[in-house]
């Protein structure tokens, strides 16, 4: 052999061997990641299969490409659901020299990535939706990236702007949904440097500033998002020079001004999202858009016309555009040409008819354009719209007959035409709206009977058909409905009986037929009913007696006035809070008298002689008794108390002074009852407002007292406690000040004593000492805990399922909109949590502790009295975990507060999480708030948020809808929240129709794009 062809056989036997131990070391280096990994899921098992450690290459695993040298160019581990403690990139860098695709989205690793930037032929780096921690690294030898994504994960501290400027190549930059960066003031001049980017993602980036005129220098985006941050200002004209863009989100920031002049030449968008502003102007801008598959504008200040061109926009799906001030009519043709499936422009000042061909392509499923001015009539057209779901055209000046087919939607969940003058009659076809659950048809024209057909529709939850001029009897099939809960048929023309079927209708909680022409007697099965909270019959004919079956009810509401009822009130109503229920009734009589006039006896002379005498002897005999009974308790009980002693010791009781007793309903006890109660064995909760004890009186019953604090600490409660820490009277109050704290004591206790819904704690009585020393609430005892307990306590929350919780969320939500909307002035909470929502024997929800705080802050703060119903400095009202982020610089609550608080309940039911938890592996604690929006997206994400415990399909298709309005409740911006008006229409919603497929689920991650407030 020639020496030249020795060289050469040598040489390639030298290159062999250096190319079988490069493979080896690649080898090496991809199984030590998969070691690393601490959870491998079945699903991802075969994908790791053919990582094999024989293998002499690393060319045919699965998800790792080799250019034509055999060297590893890429490893791709996508939505694997793997997961690690750490990633060891130091070796992955160090093994495969000619990397240049890193690619790890949506797993569960966990770590520092510092060791990534010695992959310095890196071209594509994404580790998006991971729980990577630690400092984010200097990207500045990473030089020939062109995508970089480490969007929604853990990573904290400042971000690098400056090194994006070593990557001039840079095509994709995603950085969004990451809440622990450290806020950025301005918006970074880094990123406008970028002049090669096709997509911008730095929503909920912590980014504040205004959006730079610099933006117009980066013509290759075609997708901008900035959403949920800190923007303010105007969008600047030099947008208009993106003329590549088709997805532009800024919704939940604070811009201000018009839309550009010159907007409409970005003609080439399909997805336009500016919502959640403070954007004013027209919108003419948007005429030329004709590309538009999704428009929505919500929450803004736009005027105007809706532009007529929208109507020939052939790709149009999806408009939103609620919650402005826009007048003029609707295109005519809108919705006729594309898909068209959602609207929503609720709550402008838009005229005209509803144009007829939005459903003309069979996909319609919402129309929503309560609370504007529309006229006319329901166009024929939706009478075949066999898709749609919610059908809301409320408190408009439509008028006419409703189309047959509109009542007998098979889809339909809502239907709501209140506040407009619709006449003619219910149509039959109701009872063939076999998902309809709302149907709310008050304050219009209509005629003639309930159909005898509603029976069929037994979904059935609302049914207010109030302030018309219907006639003829409630239909006896109307105890079909077997999941109704609320009836109101007052204010009509109704005539007949009350059928005894109501008595079936075992989920009733409010029942209102006041106002019509009702005859006959009451039902005694109206007292079957378990749930029934409020009764008002008012104004009809009924005659008979007060059956003696409403005694059992749980009544906060009883009206039966201006009636033709006779004869004795059973005595558990004859009651103070009842007062005015009977007023308009001759013929009622009481044998208390207090309220009614005194029942008078009855039967032959001698027969009442006879009766006298006896009574009168037995009468005396009992007072004797009486007597020597009191004599023999009060001996015992001034034992007790020499024994014991003051306030300080094992029981409350005043030995010297005395005790007010204030009766808000009827009493089985007394104050010494509930004083000798109060020990400390019986301690059962404490926080910022109070102890609370568990007193079981002599026959057995159960009741809650607060031992209400006079001064509470300057210091937020924990996430844990139902109520407070008990603190002793100061001994410098003077006597001005004590004097002051009573009187408005009394004051508040007193309007907390008016409160009567069956989601709210019953107030029975207050006690007060006589020097003002000790004050305490005596409520009703509540068998099965708090929420919070049912959730996050051991072995507790496997009880509750997505129905039990979802009835939970709309009880409460209920309860804390009647203290918001219900009384005569609003009533704030002040530390809305799931510890102060009780569970009753059929774990229906009651508010606890409302209004207390304003009891509390009234001693404490100097700013109490002054008439202003909002939390001042002096005490912190609320709970950490619950607390509105705005209360850290205002120190005021609101009603917006309380709804803050009551979304993070709603995320403690979706995700089954406490409001503060600590991280797996000491990572320190968690806001609940925080942790839900950094794993929201648009990439079926969503769905991993809902609590492993619902497992049911449906059940999480309507957690991911609850989860939409949890997170409109903890909007950071109060203005963006929702009333709790709104949040019991939007909880209502959510269930309506429970009969969901696995494919509606894998649409679920994508509800939250379609923000729906109304």
Sequence with gaps: MPPAARHLLLLLYLLAAVASTAGAAEVDALLAFKRALTTIPPDAAGFFATWDGAAASPCKFTGVACDPRGRVTAVSVRVQGVASKSVPFDDICSSLPALTTLALPENALAGDIAGVVACTNLQELTLSFNGFTGPVPDFSPLKNLRILNISSTSLAGAFPWKSLLSMPHLTVLSLGDNPFLKPTPAFPDEVTKLTNLTALYMSAANIGGAIPAAIGDLTNLVDLELSDNNLHGAIPPEITKLTNLQYLELYNNSLTGALPAGFGQLTKLQYLDASMNKLTGSLAEVRTLTRLVSLQLFYNGFTGHVPPELGEFRDLVNLSLYNNNLTGELPQSLGRWAQFNFIDVSTNSLTGPIPPDMCKQGTMLKLLILENKFSGEIPASYASCTTLQRFRVSKNNLSGAVPEGIWALPAVNVIDLEGNRFSGGIGDGVGKAKALTILRLAGNHFTGAIPAAIGGASNLEVVDVSNNGLTGEVPESVGKLSRLGSLDISQNSMVGPIPASIGACSALSTVNFARNKIDGVIPDELGDLPRLNSLDLSGNRLSGGVPASLAGLKLSFLNLSDNKLVGPVPEPLAIAAYGESFLGNPGLCATNGHFLRRCSPTGTDGANKARTVVTCVLAAMAVLLALLGAVMYLNKKKKAANKLGGVGGKVLWNKKGSWDLKSFRVLAFDERDIVAGVRDENLIGSGGSGNVYRVKLGDGAVVAVKHVTRHAAPAATSTTAASATMLPRSKSTTNKTSARWCREFDAEVGTLSRIRHVNVVKLLCSITSDDGAASL?????????????????????????????????????????????????????????????????????????????????????????????????????????????????????TEKSDVYSFGVVLLELVTGRRPIQAEDGGGGNKDLVDWVARRLDTRDKVVSLIDERITEDWAKEEAVRVLRVAVLCTSRAPSMRPSMRTVVQMLEDAAVGREYTAAALAQAGKLLQVKVVT
């Design 777 to 893: 609430l005596v409520y009703e005892h509540l068998p099965n805990g708090s929420l919070y307990d049912r959730l996050h306590s051991d072995g507790l929350g496997l009880g509750l399922s997505w129905a039990d919780r979802h009835d939970i969320a709309v009880g409460a939500a209920r309860g804390l909109e009647y203290l918001h909307h219900g009384c005569d002035r609003p009533i704030l909470h002040r530390d809305v949590k799931s510890s102060n929502i009780l569970l009753d024997e059929a774990f229906k929800p009651r508010i606890a502790d409302f209004g207390l705080a304003k009891i509390i802050n009234s001693s404490s703060s100097s700013g109490a009295g002054n008439g202003n119903d909002s939390s001042s400095a002096g005490v912190v009202a609320g709970t950490l975990g619950y607390m509105a982020p705005e209360y850290a610089y205002t120190w005021k609550v």
